[in-house]
């Protein structure tokens, strides 16, 4: 009998799923019209007793590859531990049937609404449960009075319960059940008397006929005895007379006949209708109510332990191919079963509250509540313990959500909390978890500097997709990945820079991010090239703006000027070295003067001027390497010229 | 006795002061810086070619030899003495047999100025 009690579990989320439309129905059916899965069920042991099997019936469903690190259960351990988590959650899963998502997500909602509802402890609710006891216990005998009495007293009071919402009309059809057994009665019973009358008509009729046969016997024997004299006469029949009585006859028959049938069958199918009901009752878990019609059943139908026919297919759909024998019997104590189970589930989940025993708390919760939703001691249960156990569930479902995605700290605020008023919640595997996942995260964080610093780019990726596999929101990720894309960045930029500076000849800018532009453009093989170029041409100027200055310091103007003149000839785009040699050439107007005139002369092709500009220039400043350097060759170009034109 | 005196005083007188005026131009004319006018420095620096054709002299003294080309002659610098400036001074083949000028001494040049500008050393002559 506790086997076959537990199916009540698994009857009613069957009956979730028949009343959710939209719920699918394969998860449903195969798990109730699978043979082998009550029998498995009916093995198994008390449905308070942790199960031990982890893939059956999450109540918080979850892929276990979203848990998985690769699919491979190398997840830190993550589907381990999820798998922990869920047998923690596991109560559904008493008769070994696999709820669908849907219909989990369906318990959920249901239970949940159920955590939020004030405690029904109103007088109206009082009142009601206390008159459906009262029901009951009138029909058993309390009271006193005779059979008919209590049954019509249980009767009134039935259509007396039905006026509260909380019944939704329930006691109403059971009442309008009694009152067409009764109208049937009554209707047998005026058939009973049309039969009798039948019979005595009946009796009459065969009378008749009888009289009439024999009448015509004896004239056709009289007939017989004078035809010995007189052969060839006529044979004179009465049927005329006859015929008439036999068809009333048969008449009368049939009339009997139909009625005797409208007996039999108004009975039966009277008792077909009631054994219905007290099923519906029992399924739909209105123990009170099932309990009730199973009483009326038994004193209207005279029956004390009816094996309760046709209803084969919903006895099915409940409790599979158990091998069961449904009696109104069975129904009632499977009745006061639930309704006692739900009672001490209730009075259970109560003291585990006042103990912070949250977990087991609302396991037995959603036991009682799964049994006997409509049970007086689960409706009553205080809302204030019943938001405790909603505020765990919640809090369990946001833990499994950061496991889900792995979101460590997370995991880790929300255990915290749930230890903090929890006193028996199995942590350890989440613990496990959580650290697992961090050391696990942090050696490939590890790698991944480690394949950076080596410029290996496929290990960095590689190590980085691991660590975040582990743990997403590893801060040290995010650092690695700023860095990374950071240097990323700057090498865009820098390229970028760089290309944009080396149009505008800019190379002075270039000279001065030059370390910028070095790391960047270390691997560029090109731009590199062109980088170091600039280098060497900003080397020289540079030095030339050094010793410049150093001249300029020993009031060698002429010297700076000169040296800056000459490093501007060859890299005339660099503007500092345009500004420094402008700011000499203030000071050395004269020589400056003299060695314009004679570039001027020069590109003019008047060497002679050119050779006394710089003559000059050398007089201003004697040291001068230009003219040192363009006297001899005007000079000499002179010369030669000179012997180009002598005939 | 006396008018014949006179006469012969005054005929004396006018034949020397004739010899000394023939003199004095046969002197011009024998010696460069009475035959040329002195080289206008400060304008020859400037604008070379705008002195073309002319002819002038000038006192230098031997600063350097610029360069030299044996079938052609050479280019030296000089320093002009009155202003110190610095001149470049062609001395063409013909010439240069006669000249032997060494850095510091000072000269007399005859110079021309030739259709470039260049001074063409014409004479020379130690001072």
Redesign the interface.
Known sequence: MKHVFFFLLSAGACLWAQETPEMPSPANTGAAKTPSAPAAAAQRPAPSAPQSDNSALPLFNLPPNLLAGKGDGAGAGGTEMFSSLQSQMQLLNLNGKMLSPEEIAMFRVRFEKYLNMPAADSQEDLTYNKLLVDINQRLVGKGGGSTEQRIVDAWRMLYEAAQYSMDANMCESLGDKVISYWQTTKKINRLLLENEMLEIERKRKESSIVHVKGSERKEFLDMMRRSNSNEGSLQLTRDYEVDPAKKRLEETEKKLDENKQYEVTSRINQRMDFQSLILQFFVQRRFYHAMIANDFYRYLFEADDDKLEGVDALKTQVFGNLDLKLTTVTIDALSKEAINEATEGIKATEYLISQNEIHTAMQRLMVAFLIGEYLAPVKTFPLESKRKVLEYMRDIEKLQNAVKVKHVERAEEILNKIESYVRDFDSGQVESFIRTSRQLSDLNVQKALVALQSGNQTGVEEALAQAVEYWPTNPKIQQLLTTVLGKADLKDMATTDFDRLMKQKNYRAIFTDRFRFAAALAMDEQRNAEFLEIMKRMEIIETALSQAQELSRLANHYGAWELLEKTYRQYPEDMELNRMRSDFAVKVTDFGQAIAEAEQATQQG?R??A??CY??A??IYPMSTLATEE??Q???T???K??QR?P | MKNEKKTLIIVFGILAATAVVVMGIFVARTTPAGAYDVLPVAQYVKTPRSLGGNTYIVDVRIDSQLAYKGEIGRVIAVRTQDEKVMLPVLVLKGHSAAFDPRVGQPYRFVVEVDEDGELILLETKKL
């Open positions: 008047d002679w001027k050779l006394i003559l000059r050398r007089e006297i001899p005007c000079a000499e002179i010369l030669i000179k012997a002598t």
